[in-house]
């Protein structure tokens, strides 16, 4: 059963005041909020668009990028495991499992055929080349 206790505002007692002021928040080495995420960078010129997504902890064959019209859509399995041994035991074991997803919209179609994907050092780059636009035809009527 809990204790009541009466707050007296005008007491000069302050020693509750700062409690828990200085302690710091408890921070893990492998933290899934900071690990999932894909920051991504889209350039363009007169001919592609580049894209540079990074991607750390991320094995090259759990990567997938798809392209549909203008809109392109990355994703890739993150899986995580860590485990620690001291004298044969284990000490500490952790791992997380999770998905990264991006889907963005371009201004232009892309040609699907000549798209160039490469990974290295935990970053995407795409190079996604622009659709050439048709060209409109005059139809003369007889």
């Known amino acids: 059963m809990a204790s009541i206790t009466r707050f007296n505002p005008f007491s000069t007692d302050l020693s509750d005041l700062f409690e828990g002021f200085f302690v710091r928040p408890m921070r893990f080495d492998l933290e899934p909020s900071a690990q999932l995420s894909m920051k991504i960078d889209v350039t363009q010129d007169e001919k592609a668009y580049s894209v540079k997504a990074d991607m750390p902890g991320v094995k090259k064959e759990d990567i997938h990028v798809e392209v549909d019209g203008n809109v392109v859509s990355i994703s890739a399995e993150v899986k995580k495991e860590k485990e620690e041994k001291k004298d044969e035991r284990v000490v500490r074991s952790e791992r997380y499992y ?3 997803a991006r889907s963005f919209t371009l201004e232009h179609d892309i040609d699907e055929t000549a798209v160039d994907a490469k990974y290295d050092d935990g970053v ?16 003369a009527v007889r």
Request: proline share 5%; aromatic share 0%.
């Open 124 to 139: 995407l780059k795409l190079t996604l080349p622009k659709k050439a636009k048709a060209s409109t035809k005059k139809i």
């Open 98 to 100: 999770g998905k990264l």
